[in-house]
């Protein structure tokens, strides 16, 4: 048992009705600006965190050099 398409219709007309156009159009820009947003970031961290192979760069916590003791 699915929602149909009549279903959808009349829950967005109650949405409609209580919440009003505006309100719903400013949430809908708020919501897309976000989104935006959060696309743009994610593609800026993944652009300057690349390292580059050729230099021998340690991050911090990074173990250079495994010492073994034998006993």
């Known amino acids: ?42 593609k800026d961290g993944e652009d300057g965190k690349k390292l580059d192979d050729d230099e021998d760069q340690a991050i911090d916590g990074e173990v250079t050099a495994k010492k073994t003791d034998k006993v």
């Not at 949405?15 to 809908?28: D, H, P, S, Y």
């Open 1 to 42: 048992m699915g929602f149909s398409i009549p279903h959808l219709l009349v829950v967005l007309a109650i949405v409609m009705v209580v919440f009003g156009t505006k309100r719903l159009r400013n949430l809908g820009t708020d919501l897309g600006g976000a989104i935006k947003g959060f696309r743009t970031a994610i």
